[in-house]
């Protein structure tokens, strides 16, 4: 079958298209026939080498999948089901989604809710997810939309985008940060009231500065969580997922211990199997699926490479879906 593989021979770093046998794939109590993986940031650190994501080689990346199960020993899981993964290290240490077929632990899978495909799932991915559990994390720590604007940073981005579907869909006024001025129509498109350039937020600023935001979505780190954090109203909760500025995080505890404010940091990766339903159940009743199919490209298994510098350049938009079987 068809899978991507990285591979690294003293200190010569490569990934391409090959071909792998099912009697290669590691050990595990599911084997999924994958419909779709996805594109997600860490995907493309994993495909350049551009960071150490990538913990065991030969790796077939790929973070993500969503397809049915072939052949199932795990007492949750029958042959027939259809599953999404995020995460657990998948893609990383453990083959993952950029293959035709997947062998995976079952304590790994989630039953894919009714109301998406396969494509569906995909075109939110780890991404989507991420961005579904940032909005868990406001919610849990009592903001509401009455209380204030919330700023979404990476807006262009994969979590950026569907945060900004969600938040909006939920009643939430959303303030979207881009370095990209001409996607403010794709932007408004998804529900944001108003965009700023993101170079507003990107220098080094003030330990504190006038209150703006009731809370935020962040997928950038470094200076502009810092900033974020500094312009936080009081008693406003800021969660953090990202680091596509720097995973750097030069500021002082002035928002914290003078206005209260929460730093709340958000894992896809290990989540808990619950939060992680709860999160694909809040997907399904909360995401506006136009909007999903707005923000998503189709790639096949053999774009992948060529794809990946460029979204670690910032230059693909929302999410990227990759058809392993085209
Ligand atoms: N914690 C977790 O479990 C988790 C899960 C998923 C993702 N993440 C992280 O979240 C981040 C976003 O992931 P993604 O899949 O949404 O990636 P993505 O689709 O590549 O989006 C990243 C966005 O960040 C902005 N950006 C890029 N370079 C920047 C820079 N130097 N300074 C400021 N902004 C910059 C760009 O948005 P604009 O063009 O709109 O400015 C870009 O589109 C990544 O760091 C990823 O590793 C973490």
Known sequence: MKAILVTKDEDKYGAELGEVNESDLPEGDVTVQVDYSTLNYKDSLAITGASPVV???????GIDLAGTVD????AEFKAGDRVVLNGWGVGEGHWGGYAQKARLKGDWLIPLPETFSTKQAMAIGT?????MLCVLGLEKNGVTPDQGEIVVTGAAGGVGSVAISLLA????TVIASTGRANEADY???LGASDIIDRNELSEKGRPLGKERWAGAVDAVGSHTLANICATTKYGGVVTACGLAQGFD????????ILRGVTLAGIDSVMCPKPRRIEAWNRLAADLNLDHIEAMTSEISLADVVATAPKQLEGQTRGRIVVDVNA
Not at 55 to 61: A, D, L, S, T, Y
Not at 169 to 172: A, D, F, M, T
Request: proline share 13%.
């Open 169 to 172: 869909k939920l009643g939430y």
């Open 249 to 256: 995080f030069p500021a002082t505890v002035m928002p914290f």
């Open 71 to 74: 052949d199932s020993s795990h």
């Open 187 to 189: 932007l408004k498109g």
């Open 127 to 131: 991404a989507g997810y991420t961005a």
């Open 55 to 61: 913990r065991k080689f030969p790796m077939v990346p």
